[in-house]
């Protein structure tokens, strides 16, 4: 549920949150050229990944879609 408003930079401020990032990527339609509407973000430990989880789900709102983490 990822606004396609919602740039790359922003979406990496808001996970760098949790701890390092290995790899942020936001997939777009081959067509369109626009996101799919969802992200994956690569931690640097699966520790760190389940702390992501656990911080942020619930709690991200961006452009009045609250963002879900799994």
Request: charged content about 35%.
């Amino acid at each position: 549920n990822l606004d396609e408003k919602v740039s790359e930079r922003v979406l990496y401020e808001i996970m760098i949150q949790a701890g390092r990032i290995v790899d942020l990527y936001v997939p777009k339609d081959k067509e369109t050229n626009r996101p799919k509407g969802f992200a994956f973000t690569e931690y640097e430990s699966e520790e760190i990944a389940e702390y992501a989880v656990k911080l942020f789900s619930g709690l991200v709102s961006l452009h009045k879609r609250t963002l879900r983490f799994a």
